[in-house]
């Protein structure tokens, strides 16, 4: 159909589609005046990124991520939160909300979490684009009212996040509680073992006096090998003089001796010459012989008397050695047992450090999670508090008049074409050759008085001719 055809079909039903458009268009407005006004109120929290956590002293990297927001909003609109803001509002209370409750479940279920449900539906969170900022919106008819019900899910909103970081830590908590329990009764028993060890052993070992009995044996072991050499020089000097007693170092090193043995040199000079001048049987030289006899017995028995005491000397370092080398042993089973005191104490030592380090960790944990169970802020705080809005957003007047006058003018064509389409007819001079395949030879014009709307459909029309009732000839 040509723009002129649909001119022509509009000016021949004009009735029809101003009917429909005043009738659609005056309904569309009608049912927007006449519907009740209803509020939207908003409000936003906002999700800190940048201040690190005060209790472990970190950014939370997850925070910027749009999975942590699409969480945090599904926490907003939980069952948790809705549940929370009816507590805190104490709609629990409010008669009508009862009997609304009663009308539309028959007092099946549970009025709390009715009311919960109710509120989830109506509120809307959504985050902003390109930021951590959460809006969250509710519709009502009582703009006070709606602003309540936002404030009320960003407090409860707040206090939930609180519990869901505190809560964690509560339990933690008192589990690291009851553990620390168990690890300080863990490390007073090793320490009572450690105790009851040393009172035992009647005896504390130290390092200090470990090392002194350590020098002592040390000292100990240097005495019996100097004691052992001397044991053996001796010894030697002592075989030496039984063996060779005149050439014995003792016995030559002697004072007596070596005097004796001068003596003996000297008279037995002087013998040798009265024996050759006066002879053997003269007295002087029997005395000399006297003398000699004497000098010599008292040199045997100097050489007697100084290897004896060589074999006394020897025998003493023998003595001494044997009761340095029973000290020596003695020293040595009381430097190894305690050792061994040592080393057992040692272990039950290490029991109780290792015990206080385990309870020393399991106390600062404990002390953190109090830190975190005490808190009383977190990551997510208010941005902006919701007021009660002045304008309504619904009904939207101009945006429904617009758009129903739109649908009324689309709605007022398509009954007109569709009323057309059923009662077909000819309006202008080129449906006619275009039907009959012939060539028009004229056209009778209306004695009617053209109207305005004919005038202008006429001004419209591309063939500045008045239209006809297509009056042609068959053939």
């Not at 050792?339 to 002390?367: N, P, S, Y």
């Not at 001079?429 to 709307?453: N, T």
Request: aromatic content about 4%; proline content about 4%.
């Amino acid at each position: 159909m040509s723009f002129e055809q649909l001119i022509t079909v509009l000016r021949a039903r004009w009735a029809i589609a101003l009917a429909t458009f005043l009738l659609i268009a005056g309904t569309v407005t009608t049912l927007t005046l006449l519907a009740p006004k209803s509020y939207t109120a908003q409000g936003s929290v906002v999700l800190d990124v940048k201040n690190p956590d005060p209790i472990a002293g970190m950014v939370a990297g997850t925070i910027g991520n749009p999975t942590y927001l699409m969480t945090q909003i599904d926490i907003i609109t939980s069952s948790r939160v809705a549940l929370r803001v009816v507590k805190n509002l104490k709609l629990t209370s409010n008669p009508d909300m009862r009997k609304r409750w009663q009308d539309a479940t028959k007092t099946t279920g549970d009025f709390e979490l009715w009311m919960a449900d109710l509120l989830r539906k109506g509120i809307q969170a959504r985050p902003s684009r390109g930021s951590t900022v959460i809006f969250l919106t509710y519709k009502a008819a009582d703009p006070a009212f709606a602003s309540s019900i936002v404030n009320a899910f960003i407090e409860a909103y707040l206090e939930i996040s609180v519990d869901m970081r505190t809560m964690p830590a509560k339990q933690f908590n008192q589990q690291f509680d009851a553990n620390a329990r168990d690890l300080r009764a863990n490390v007073e028993a090793a320490q009572a073992r450690l105790s009851e060890f040393q009172q035992k052993q009647n005896l504390i070992v130290t390092d200090e006096r470990l090392d002194i009995e350590t020098s002592r044996l040390n000292e100990l072991s240097s005495q019996f090998v100097g004691m052992q050499a001397a044991m053996a020089d001796s010894g030697s000097r002592q075989n030496a003089a039984r063996s060779n007693g005149d050439q014995s170092p003792d016995v030559m090193a002697s004072p007596l001796v070596a005097g004796l043995k001068g003596d003996i040199v000297r008279l037995e000079a002087t013998l040798e010459q009265l024996r050759t001048r006066l002879g053997e049987q003269h007295p002087q030289v029997v005395e000399l012989k006297t003398q000699l006899n004497d000098l010599r017995a008292k040199l045997s028995q100097e050489m007697t008397r100084v290897t004896g005491s060589l074999g006394v000397s020897n025998n003493v370092n023998a003595s001494r050695a044997s009761q340095i080398k029973a000290s020596l042993e003695e020293q040595r089973a009381k430097v190894l047992k305690l050792k061994t005191i040592r080393d057992e104490a040692a272990i039950l030592q290490r029991d109780i450090d290792v015990a206080q380090r385990a309870l020393d960790g399991v106390v600062a944990r404990m002390q953190s999670s109090a830190l975190e169970s005490q808190a009383l802020q977190n990551n997510v705080s208010a941005l902006e508090y919701a007021r009660a809005p002045a304008t309504p957003s619904e009904p939207r007047v101009s945006s429904n008049i617009m758009l129903g006058s739109v649908a009324a003018a689309l709605a007022s064509l398509i009954l007109t074409l569709l009323i057309e389409y059923r009662d077909r007819r000819l309006r202008t001079l080129s449906e006619v050759e275009a039907l009959f395949q012939q060539q028009l030879l004229g056209s009778i014009p209306s004695f009617k008085k053209p109207s305005r709307l004919s005038e202008l459909s006429s001004r419209l029309s591309l063939n500045k001719k008045p239209p006809v009732r297509a009056l042609t000839m068959n053939n």
